[in-house]
């Protein structure tokens, strides 16, 4: 757990961090408000132990701002003044609890202890799982009854999967959380630790490893009963073994699920299209299995038959059909080229194919439609509503055809959580005011906040603790509204949760040259966002990539004429597409694949049959990476603001624009006074904080559409389409009021204010392109003409 300790104390801080750390909490401390203000805006917390009178920015002050943003991280207020108004003025800013200096250590561990198992869901003092127990209380962890001895890191480890069961974390989340801002692991490190902590639970002989490795998404605890919804097939010695093997993992079913009533929103009518092509694949391996047992099968058709049980075993998949997919993907290895069969092999393939054909007619069997929900004939978004008050849901439901929404009624959350898995909805609203399962309440909302992306929801709530319990989930897309409220404002703000949901805008290539793998990816990722280009001919490639100019690659590994690996390698020896993220899309899992995909160049891989949260799940993954390794590339790390190769691409953009629409633009250069003097006197790290808090004040001053930017050392440039010189002198006035406005305050205790000076010029007067124009400004910065000096 990651704790932020906000005390300008020393004699204070330095002993409570290491009894934090002691306690096997990771924790960051910092001595000014202001700054810790910036951490809690940049980074997430468990908890924050916050001192009331802070440099810059007090503890009351601070605690409003956090509140009034929506934090709702715990806090726990530090004073030494013990007075009633106090603590109350701290209660009311939104601190969760109050200790008077001195404090006994014991007890404030206690109290921590005691708010963070009130912000993850009231869990008990106690995490079990299985064999394991872990006691919070005195950082132990028995197996057995036997005492393990874990590291501080690998203790932190398991506590945060056994508090949050069904999360999966990433390399990146477990830093934020378990690591301080001052500590840099790798993603290397975290598998060390990872890697350690398993060995020692194998060696305490844990009933079964908890931690479970989620392939290029990250860790989470392992579910207790786990299901496999993919076999990997291997191919048969013999038809007996192989034939056990597939029951003993799938077992005959005659109940299997229509396609058209399970599969994700549009793909019944997917399956309306490809279905004719399903059956004639199916057909092709009924030919080849006739001719088999004439001993008359070519290897032209041998091959036609192995390739099309290939096929069918991904997009079957597609269609939730697991149990077509396991039979395809046993058929295909007994069709090998070269494989001589036994009778009793000929016999268990002949039985495949006919229990593959009835799979195939149960898919296409009619099922009766599902209720539509109410006011299903309009397009607007689908609206769940969860509660028992049967009277406000109506009402709710009225309201939403108002707004343009479809909507559907649930009484209870379990009932919702098996609707959720079926269909997602665009919105849900969680009736909490008469509930009495409070449990089943919370657990839907966290796989709502779980959900990729997370589901809009607005909670509907009566009692203030009730309010604050949902607030400590800190679930993204959540909304709390106190009851009664009027059935118009509970629309109006779900209405405004759906505005703020902004779809993931990116294009995906799909090169595959199975049409209907083509068809269900285009239905399954149209709906998130995303522009999406197929492709069904490889020797097409190279054209369609220079015409799409795709954000992401998905390429099939077998395919005619050329290999999705060809593909990848020439992807990857263009430097213009070198950094392009790559995903491969197989039905084979063995090693050789494996290695051969990555040895290429891919990012990731999908097994088929393809389901479908995993690879959104992927693909949004490969986009976030992407998108950040690029930020990265055009920021200034220090400043958070764009760096000098980024801007002149955007200003050059400037200049053509406004020599186009015949406008203005305002160019500055700005640079800090006495740095150097700075970093002499008071240290780098007071150079470096002036630094990152000028870059803040020139982010929060100028518009999003400006060009804000750091050249080098203490040289800032900023350009204002549109705007005159007068008008962006102005601007810089109020950022330097702003900045005269903040003390800052070196480790030795010393109190210092920075300043600058800038030289302003206007396109086109003083230049017609970008070199012209800072050459003007940085001779106006030179002579002291500039407009802004100080």
Not at 667 to 674: D, E, R, T, Y
Not at 776 to 787: I, W
Request: proline share 5%.
């Amino acid at each position: 757990m990651k704790i932020l300790l906000v005390e300008d104390d020393a004699l204070i801080s330095e002993p409570l961090t290491k009894a934090l750390i002691d306690q096997h909490y990771s924790v960051e401390t910092v001595t000014d408000g202001r700054v810790g203000l910036e951490r809690l805006e940049s980074f997430t917390y468990d908890l924050i132990l916050l001192d009331v009178m802070l440099p810059n920015l007090d503890g009351i002050s601070l605690c409003r701002q956090l509140r009034s943003q929506g934090n709702q991280t715990p806090i726990v207020l530090l004073t030494a003044q013990d007075t009633s108004t106090n603590k109350v003025m701290g209660l009311d800013a939104g601190a969760d609890d109050y200790v008077a200096k001195p404090f006994d250590l014991q007890e404030l561990l206690a109290r921590i202890r005691a708010l963070l198992r009130r912000g993850g869901a009231a869990l008990p003092p106690l995490l079990v799982w299985h064999n394991l127990t872990l006691d919070p209380s005195v950082c132990e962890v028995t197996c057995h009854d036997q005492l393990l001895r874990l590291t501080p890191k690998e203790y932190g480890l398991l506590e945060l999967f056994l508090r949050n069961p069904h999360r999966i974390f990433s390399t990146s989340v477990l830093i934020d959380h378990l690591w301080s801002f001052e500590e840099s692991p790798t993603e290397d490190t975290i598998r060390s630790h990872i890697k350690a902590l398993r060995q020692k639970l194998k060696s305490a002989r844990v009933l079964a490893d908890p931690i479970e490795t989620v392939y290029g998404i990250g860790y989470r605890l392992k579910p207790t009963q786990a299901v496999s919804k993919r076999t990997k097939t291997a191919k048969p010695v013999d038809g007996q073994e192989s034939k056990q093997a597939a029951d003993s993992q799938h077992p005959p079913t005659s109940s299997s699920t229509n396609a058209a009533s399970q599969s994700p929103p549009g793909m019944a009518s997917i399956w309306q299209q490809v279905k004719e092509s399903i059956d004639r694949r199916v057909a092709i391996l009924e030919h080849a299995i006739q001719l088999l047992l004439q001993n008359q099968l070519s290897e032209e058709v041998r091959h036609q038959a192995e390739w099309e049980a290939h096929k069918l075993a991904g997009s079957l998949g597609m269609f939730e059909s697991d149990e077509g997919s396991r039979l395809a993907q046993a058929i295909e290895p007994l069709f090998e080229l070269g494989l001589v069969l036994t009778p009793q092999q000929v016999q268990q393939l002949s039985q495949l194919v006919v229990a593959l054909r009835q799979e195939v007619q149960r898919m296409n069997s009619p099922q009766p439609p599902e209720p539509p929900a109410t006011g299903a004939s309009g397009d607007g978004h689908w609206l769940l509503i969860v509660g028992s008050d049967a009277t406000l849901a109506e009402q709710l439901a009225t309201e939403a055809t108002h707004w343009g929404m479809r909507s559907r009624v649930i009484s209870n959350p379990v009932a919702a959580r098996e609707q959720i898995s079926e269909q997602r909805p665009d919105a849900v609203l969680l009736d909490f005011a008469t509930t009495d399962s409070m449990q089943n309440h919370l657990t839907l909302l966290a796989e709502l906040g779980a959900c990729t992306p997370p589901v809009p929801t607005v909670v509907l709530a009566t009692q203030t603790s009730l309010i604050d319990r949902v607030r400590a989930t800190r679930l993204a897309g959540c909304r709390i509204l106190q009851q009664p409220t009027p059935a118009t404002h509970v629309l109006e703000a779900v209405h405004q949760l759906l505005q703020q949901t902004h779809p993931t805008e990116a294009m995906i290539l799909v090169v595959d040259d199975d049409s209907q793998v083509l068809t269900a990816l285009q239905r399954l990722l149209l709906p998130w966002g995303f522009y999406v280009s197929v492709l069904d001919n490889p020797l097409l490639f190279l054209e369609t990539l220079e015409a799409t100019l795709p954000d992401l690659l998905i390429l099939d590994v077998e395919m005619p004429h050329i290999s999705g690996i060809d593909l990848c390698q020439v992807v990857r020896n263009d430097p213009r597409w070198s950094g392009l993220p790559i995903l491969f899309l197989t039905a084979h899992t063995d090693a050789e694949t494996m290695h051969q995909v990555f040895a290429a160049g891919a990012d990731d891989y999908v097994c088929k049959p393809i389901v479908g949260p995993e690879l959104l799940t992927r693909i949004l993954n490969r986009l976030e990476r992407s998108r950040l390794l690029r930020t990265l590339s055009e920021t200034d790390a220090l400043t958070g603001i764009a760096n000098r190769r980024k801007s002149m691409q955007t200003l050059t953009e400037f200049l053509l624009w406004s020599r186009h629409c015949q406008q203005p633009i305002c160019f500055a250069i700005l640079k800090l006074n006495g740095l150097k003097d700075i970093n002499q006197h008071y240290g780098h790290a007071a150079g470096d904080e002036v630094l990152s808090r000028f870059g803040e004040l020139l982010r929060h001053t100028f518009h999003r559409e400006d060009v804000v930017s750091r050249w080098a050392g203490t040289e800032f440039v900023v350009g204002m389409a549109g705007m005159s010189k007068a008008e962006g002198t102005k601007r810089l006035f109020t950022l330097l009021e702003k900045l005269h406005q903040y003390t800052f305050r070196a480790a030795n205790g010393a109190r210092f204010q920075a300043t600058f000076g800038a030289g302003v010029v206007q396109y086109p007067q003083d230049g017609t392109d970008l070199h012209a124009l800072y050459q003007a400004a940085d001779t106006l910065l030179a002579n002291g003409t500039g407009g802004i000096s100080t």
